[in-house]
């Protein structure tokens, strides 16, 4: 376990400072199962006891599944991802089908996109997907496309995700930006206009929806919504004055 606590060839400045040496965790657990060795970690409730319990548990048999999810999730807790992803590529190396591991890498995904590396918050979701096909995770793997300019991919996910759940309006904005981006005007000012059906308070979907009037010249309707907006929120109403100035300025919609 021990080279899988490193990241970038140091360790890891909180986690690994923690752990007692190897030798000391295996004179501890002697005679004990590695189930029994992962579990005195677990019921201590502690977690630097927890982490002794799962490396002294891999230091008696490098394979054990559990313990290498379960230092996974001591990763994510700690905003150690790439030390996480090393443990969860591991455990799916040594069994692809784990169940577990489709929760425990979408919550990669998840704090990958907190911290703004949406490349490889896409590989998570997308490894997750492959071992459940979950619905839910294709929502976020399609904000991750997003964030990294995939729009086509990111659109096609959303279609999916809105075709088992047509209720959620930031999906529908989303698909709008989607759609936008891609240059299919007519499907994004429809998918602007459900969210908005949905939602009348999403301003987001609004804005964009004035944005895509304002480029096909239909101003009655641009007004509308216009007004609906300043009615709103007067500084955001505003904020669309270059673009009737300069219609170039206008690429699909704020996202």
Known sequence: ASHLLHTGGAPLSVIARKLPPIETLLAQSQGMTTDEILEDGVYARDETALLEGCVGALAVEPTHIKSLMRLAFIMLDNGECFAAKRFLDRAKELDPDTRGLAHSYARLGDNLMALKIPDVAIHAYKTSLGIIDDIEVREKLAVAYMDHKLYDAAGKQLEQ????????????????????????????????????????????????????????????????????????????????????VDKQKVKGGKS
């Open 161 to 244: 995700y809105l075709g088992e759940f047509p209720q959620n309006a930031n999906a529908w904005c989303n698909l709008g930006i989607c759609y936008a981006r891609l240059g299919k005007f007519d499907r994004a000012i429809d998918a602007y206009q459900t969210a908005l059906e949905l939602d009348p308070s999403l301003d987001e979907a609004r804005f964009n929806l004035c944005l895509l009037y304002i480029r096909q010249n239909k101003m009655a309707d641009l007004i509308s919504e216009y007004l609906r907006i300043y009615a709103r929120d007067k500084e955001l109403a505003e904020s669309l004055a270059p673009y009737f």
